[in-house]
C-alpha cells in the first residue's frame, strides 16, 4: 500500500441518451490513491460531481471481482484498460502516473447502442446464447452424473471456453465489431462435451445466424478481440466454430 | 406460533409423501397461470425455466443488464452434493446433520434434509448441461473439502463454480424465453409487491433505463432476490444487490424472519483505505492448503518472512485440532477478530496470514496453481502483492444473509401466493450457513422444490382474477412515484452514499461479528436519527423520468435505513449466542457461543408494523427429533 496520491485528467464520453449527440468532457480526479480499482476512481470524480449538483457519470457495474461481466469501458483506447486479461473493475491506479490524461469511451459497436455516457445495450449478446447456446435438457431428465464420464482434457477444454464473462469486450475491440469470440466460445465449449454433442450441428447455425441477424461484423482475423478478453479466450475457438459451422451446413441432422 | 406446515411422517420420506400429497394442476391449467419471479441468480433462473417447462407462463425480472450476469456468479469454490464419489463415509444424511450442526441448531430439520436428498440431483442436472465441472483423469467427477465437513463432497469447477452454475440455469431460461415462454424483462428493479384480498397479485417496478414506472400482474409472485448484505455497505455482494424487494414485501405483510443472522466471511481482502466501495472474497477453498497464522507477538511489524516459525501463531490449528483451519465460517472470523483485537494482527492492525507456503513446498507450485491460479491472480490484481511469494493478508467480510423472508415447507410466505427462494429466505442455513451451501440452496429451491410445491397453492386457490388496471396496482403505484418524488426533491446537501456508509460503520461496529447490548441499543437509537435526516437532508441529482443510477441508490438506502432497525432489534432480542450471532454477553469460558436452547430455540418472525415502531414477534418453535442439540465443537 503506498500513501503518495496522483492527480489525473479524464476525457470521458458523455452522451444523455442513444439518440442525442454525445461530446467528451474534461474532469479532474484529483487525490487518487494507487490502491484504488479504476471504478472506485470513477466513484470519487462522481461524488464530487453529485456535490456539485451536477449528474455524476453513468457507468455499468456490479461484482467489481471479474466475474459478472458487467463493467467496461474503453480506456485510452483499450477495452477494459491497460491490463492484458482484466476486467475494468480490476485494473487499479497504481497502473498510471500521475499527471495522466485518460481517455474513457464507452464499448462502441452498431450492435451495442448507448443508453447514457459509458452504459451500452448488449442485450444482442443474450440473443445469440437464445438462440441454441444450451443443451436443451429439461429439469428432471438428467441421468445420473457419473453415467457419461467426460475426458478430464475435454472437461479442461470446455471450461477454457466457458470462462466467457459476456462482458462484449472482444465486440469494441474488433475493428469489424464481430462477435466471434463470444459466440465461439458457447458453441465450442458444448461441442467439447459428450452432452452438447447431438445438437451441436443446429446450435452453431442458430447462433451464427442470430449473431449476423444482430448487426455484428466477421471476423477478419485482427486477433484484437483476444488480446481484449479479459479471460484470454484464445481466437483458436473462432477457428473452431468455422469448422463447426461447416460440418454442420453438409450434415444432414 | 407459526404453522411451517412440515408434513408427517419420517424425516426420510417427509418430501416424497409431501410431493403424492399435495394436489397437481393439469397441463392445460398450468397454460392459463401466470408467474413473476424476480432475480435470475441462480434460485431466480432455475425456477423460471424449471415453471416455464411445467406449462406455467412466466414472467422474469432482473435488474442488471442480462439475466446472465445475477450475484450468484461470483461464487468461486463450489457446491456442496451427498454423492459419496470418495467413498469416505458421506450420505444424505452426513450432509443434513453438517448442514443442521453448522447452522447451531437454528433450522428447520425437514428443509435440511429436503436440501440434502435433492443434493444429488442437482449434480445430475447441472452435469446433463454441460457444466464443465473438474474431473480426474477417470473422467469422473473431482471433490474438495469445505469449512464444517470431514468428508469431501464438493463439486468444482476451478474458481468460477457459481459463474458456470448460473450459466447452466441462465441456458435453460434463455431456452425457455427463445420458446416463447417466458417473457424477460432485464433493468427492471421491484419496487413494491401487490397485495388484493391477501393474495399476491403482482409487482411495481422501475425500468432502469426509462425511469417509467410498470405494472406486472400475476397468479403468484416469487421473490428471489438474495440477500441484505449490503446493508453494511462493504460486502462481497455485489454493487447492485439489494433488500428493497424483501422489505417491500415485508412492509406488505411478509413476516421476516432472524434478520439478524448474518454471516461474516472470514477470508476476504482486507478494507484498504476510505474509498473501497466492495469487498473481495477469496475463496473458503483456499483453506484447504492455506494456513492461518498471525504472530504470536503483538504488534509486530516485521514482514511475514522475518517471522521465524516458532514465533507463528496457528491460532485454529492449536484451537481447533480436529478441524484446523477448515472449521465453519462463523468460528474462523471470530477467532480472526479475537486475535487482531489482542494486537496480533498483521502489523498490530486487522489482518491475519494465509499462507501457501507450506502446500508449495509439498505439492509444488505448479499443483497449486492449477488450483488457485485465478484467485491468486485476482489478490495480486487487487493488493499488488504475489501470493505465491509473501502470504495473503485476510480478514473477515460481510458476505451472506441467512436471515430472509420466513416461508413455510412449501416456500410460502406469509402472503398466500408470494414464494420466496434462494438466499432471499430464510430457510435452511440456520444462524450459519456452512461453504458451498448457497450454491446447493439455490438450485434446490428453484429446480426441485417450488415447481412442485407452487401446484399446491394453484390447485388451491386458483388464478388470482387480478388484472394489472385494478385499482389496489392504482394505489400501490402512486405510493412508488410519491416516494421517488420525495426523494428527487429533497435536494439536501449530503450524497446517498455518505449516508449508506455511515449506517454501514455502525452496523459493522455494533451488529456485527460480535454484539451486545450496549452496542445494539446505541445503534438503536442512532439508526431512526440517521434516517430522519436522511430524508431531510439526501442529494439526489438528475430527473426520475431517465436512467439515473443515483435515484436507484437513494431508494435502496432508504429501505436499509428501516430494514436496519429491525435487524439490530432481532439481535437484541436474542440473548443467547449462535452461529454469527455472537452475543458477548452469552459465551463459554473459552470464548465459544453459547446457546440457550431453553428460551431461543425458535425462529423469530417479525411483523411490521409502521416505520420506527415495534413489529409483531412471530415464533415458529424448532423441533429437534433427528438430532439432539448440543453445543457446537470442532475441536
Known sequence: ?253 | MLDAKIPSGPIAEKWSRHKFEIKLVNPANRRKLSVIVVGTGLAGASAAASLSELGYRVKSFCIQDSPRRAHSIAAQGGINAAKNYQNDGDSVYRLFYDTIKGGDFRAREANVYRLAEVSENIIDQCVAQGVPFAREYSGYLSNRSFGGAQVSRTFYARGQTGQQLLLGAYGALMKEVARGNIEMFPRREMLDLVVVNNRAAGIICRNLITGEIERHAADAVVLATGGYGNVFYLSTNAKLSNATAIWRAHRRGAFFANPCFTQIHPTCIPVSGHYQSKLTLMSESLRNDGRIWVSRKKGDTRPPHEIPEEERWYYLEERYPSFGNLVPRDVASRAAKQVCDAGHGVKGGHAVYLDFRDAIRRHGRETIEEKYGNLFEMYERITGEDPYQTPMRIYPAVHYTMGGLWVDYNLMSTIPGLYVIGEANFSDHGANRLGASALMQGLADGYFILPVTIGDFFAGSGPAGIAADDAAFDDVEREVRDRITRLVECHGRRTVDEFHRELGLLLWDHCGMARNRQGLEKALRRIPEIREEYWKNVNVVGSPGTFNQVLERAGRVADYLEFAELMCLDALHREESCGGHFREEHQTEDGEAKRDDDRFCYVAAWEFTDVGAAPTLHKEALEFHEITPAQRSYK
Open chain 1, 1 to 253: 500500500m503506498s500513501e503518495k496520491t496522483m492527480n489525473l485528467t479524464l476525457k470521458v464520453w458523455r452522451q444523455e441518451g442513444p439518440h442525442v449527440k454525445g461530446r467528451f468532457e474534461t474532469y479532474a480526479a484529483e487525490n487518487i490513491s494507487p490502491d484504488m480499482s479504476f471504478l472506485e476512481m470513477l466513484d470519487v470524480v462522481n461524488t464530487r460531481l453529485e456535490q456539485a449538483g451536477e449528474e455524476p457519470i453513468a457507468f455499468d457495474s456490479d461484482c467489481r471481482e471479474g466475474i459478472c461481466g458487467t463493467c467496461g469501458a474503453v480506456v485510452n483506447g483499450r477495452a477494459h484498460g491497460p491490463l492484458s486479461a482484466t476486467t475494468l473493475c480490476q485494473v487499479h491506479m497504481r497502473h498510471f502516473n500521475d499527471g495522466d490524461t485518460i481517455v474513457i469511451e464507452p464499448f462502441r459497436a452498431e450492435a451495442f447502442p448507448i443508453v447514457k455516457d459509458l452504459v451500452v445495450d448488449r442485450s444482442a449478446l443474450d440473443r445469440i446464447i437464445s438462440a441454441g447456446g444450451y443443451i436443451s435438457v429439461r429439469t428432471g431428465e438428467a441421468p445420473e452424473a457419473h453415467a457419461v464420464p467426460v475426458s478430464k482434457r475435454a472437461a479442461e477444454e470446455a471450461m477454457d471456453a466457458a470462462a466467457c464473462i459476456g462482458c462484449g469486450a472482444c465486440v469494441a475491440a474488433c475493428p469489424n465489431a464481430s462477435a466471434s469470440l463470444f459466440t465461439a466460445a458457447k458453441i465450442i465449449q458444448l461441442a467439447k462435451l459428450p452432452q452438447g454433442n447431438i445438437e451441436r450441428r443446429r446450435r452453431a447455425i442458430a447462433m451464427i445466424q442470430q449473431m449476423d441477424k444482430e448487426g455484428f461484423g466477421s471476423c477478419s482475423k485482427h486477433y484484437q478481440c483476444e488480446a481484449a478478453c479479459p479471460k484470454g479466450i484464445k481466437v483458436s475457438f473462432i477457428t473452431a466454430m468455422k469448422s463447426e459451422y461447416f460440418k454442420a451446413l453438409v450434415s444432414k441432422d
